[in-house]
């Protein structure tokens, strides 16, 4: 399995850009499909953004498209997630995930094996 660990997290005003970053080690990098998911207070956790092995294929929430891009340098074994035009809803908890058993992104919870320890987003109005 890959450790991960996220950074890049904090405080920005509406409108604002934070970029994320998660480093991963272990196991080979490349053969994992990567994954950003969020949590917010009293809320389930939720899919952000996904990306393939390869870096070629991406998916995204509705509400974050156009907004934030997902990306992977496989070489550095890092996934990044920059995030514009911040709203306040986009508060919560940020994790990176990767999947195993994936070669193209999934948005499905399930499918990922492992978990970094999370990084906070918070977005005042």
């Known amino acids: 399995q890959v450790q991960l660990v996220e950074s890049g997290g904090g405080l920005v005003q509406a409108g604002g850009s934070l970029r994320l970053s998660c480093a991963a080690s272990?196991?080979?990098?490349?053969?994992?499909?990567m994954g950003w998911f969020r949590q917010a207070p009293g809320k389930e956790h939720e899919s952000v953004a996904a990306?393939?092995?390869?870096?070629?294929?991406?998916v995204y929430r509705d509400s974050v498209k156009g907004r934030f891009t997902i990306s992977r340098d496989n070489a550095k074994n890092t996934v990044a997630l920059q995030m514009n035009s911040l709203k306040p809803e986009d508060t919560a908890v940020y994790y990176c995930?990767?999947?195993?058993?994936?070669?193209?992104?999934?948005?499905?919870?399930?499918?990922?094996?492992?978990w970094g320890q999370g990084t906070q987003v918070t977005v005042s109005s």
């Open positions: 272990g196991r080979t990098f490349s053969s994992y499909a």
């Open positions: 990306i393939s092995r390869s870096g070629g294929n991406t």
């Open positions: 995930a990767a999947s195993g058993r994936r070669v193209l992104p999934t948005t499905s919870i399930g499918e990922y094996d492992c």
